[in-house]
């Protein structure tokens, strides 16, 4: 079951490049948070998303908040992905699929590959409370961009 608006976000490191973590817990109810969690990196639509922020990364940067990518690709993978696409915010390896569980945005099953993240917007405020969760059964489904902008507005 998928966090829901109102729920406590579980806390959480994750490696951005091999042996390199990111303590996203230290940030949760410190700062405002968006989690975006991706399917398979270098994907068409997880592209276009990550592309996405990317190209409006002056936008989301004067939103006083802190992005994260959550991908179960390995360390090496999701690095490589944020050097090719120049996305200026953390890209995270959940290779074991604990944080994509904890958050309740995994497909145990996606056309035959075993464990990937489903498509999904989770922001969280300075208090660490969700305040806005989107998890999408079909991988094909773009984030609704404005809707994850209104609630960082709204944080």
Request: hydrophobic letters at 45%; glycine letters at 6%; proline letters at 6%.
């Amino acid at each position: 079951m998928s966090l829901t608006v109102g729920s406590k976000a579980p806390a959480f490191t994750l490696p951005s490049q091999p042996g390199t973590p990111v303590d996203v817990g230290a940030l949760i109810g410190k700062e405002k948070l968006v989690l975006l969690f991706i399917p398979l990196a270098f994907s068409p639509v997880c592209t276009v998303e990550m592309c996405h922020f990317r190209d409006a990364w002056q936008q989301w940067s004067t939103l006083g908040c802190k992005v994260f990518a959550v991908s179960v690709d390995s360390p090496f993978t999701v690095a490589k992905f944020r050097e090719l696409e120049r996305i200026p915010f953390p890209v995270l390896s959940d290779f074991n699929k604990d944080v994509a569980r904890q958050y309740g945005a995994l497909h145990e099953d996606l056309m035959g590959l075993k464990g990937v993240a489903k498509r999904s917007a989770f922001v969280v405020d300075a208090k660490g409370t969700v305040k806005y969760a989107w998890v999408s059964e079909d991988p094909r489904v773009q984030v609704d961009f404005a809707a994850i902008e209104a609630a960082v507005k709204g944080c």
